[in-house]
């Protein structure tokens, strides 16, 4: 790493903490607007500048203060609550404009009931479970997801259910993952 003034060290950070809680703020919207599918793109705009921005300073919070502990903490808050608006657009995506024929992902909902709730958990489980390097917490979680879920997946008069599953569970992931990685860009571990 070449060096920087420490000033210009900690006027990027607090940019990347800033565009952090601007897309908390815009995945708290989007859980009370579900109808703005917008929020979530803004989520993820904001995640790929704060990883930019931390890109071009490696281990740019690695000191000893409360930045990287205020950034992981809101890299977290962004895994779980930012989940739920962003599945939702890849949700009307898969459904297009037709979200209520029957064999819609969007009406499989009325029997996967609680994924919202759930898909927080998984979240919240992902994150949590890549900062503290335990590979096998992710596992954990998806199989207890898995299994809970199991008896609704089977159920063959609802069509679409295992598709919004699989699409929910591959987004909640892929996001808790991008969300952790951010984190540990920004604050690399000891």
């Not at 890549?130 to 089977?154: H, N, T």
């Amino acid at each position: 790493m070449t060096d920087v003034p420490a000033d210009d060290l900690t006027a990027t950070a607090w940019l990347c903490l800033g565009l952090l809680a601007a897309a908390v703020l815009a995945a708290a919207t989007g859980w009370r607007w579900q109808r703005s599918p917008w929020l979530g793109g803004l989520q993820v705009v904001l995640l790929l500048a704060t990883a930019g921005a931390g890109a071009l300073r490696p281990g740019l919070l690695g000191a000893p203060d409360a930045l990287p502990v205020a950034v992981r903490t809101t890299c977290v808050l962004l895994a779980v609550l930012g989940g739920g608006p962003l599945t939702t657009a890849v949700f009307r995506l898969v459904d297009g404009r037709e979200d209520q024929r029957p064999g819609s992902v969007r009406r499989a909902a009325e029997v996967l009931r609680g994924g919202a709730w759930i898909g927080a958990l998984e979240r919240g489980a992902v994150v949590v479970s890549v900062l503290l390097r335990w590979p096998e917490g992710i596992a954990v979680s998806l199989a207890v997801k898995g299994l809970g879920r199991y008896p609704e997946l089977r159920n063959e008069e609802h069509t679409g259910i295992a598709e919004r599953f699989l699409i929910g569970t591959f987004v909640s992931v892929l996001w808790a993952a991008a969300c952790a990685g951010t984190a540990l860009l920004l604050c690399p571990p000891g």
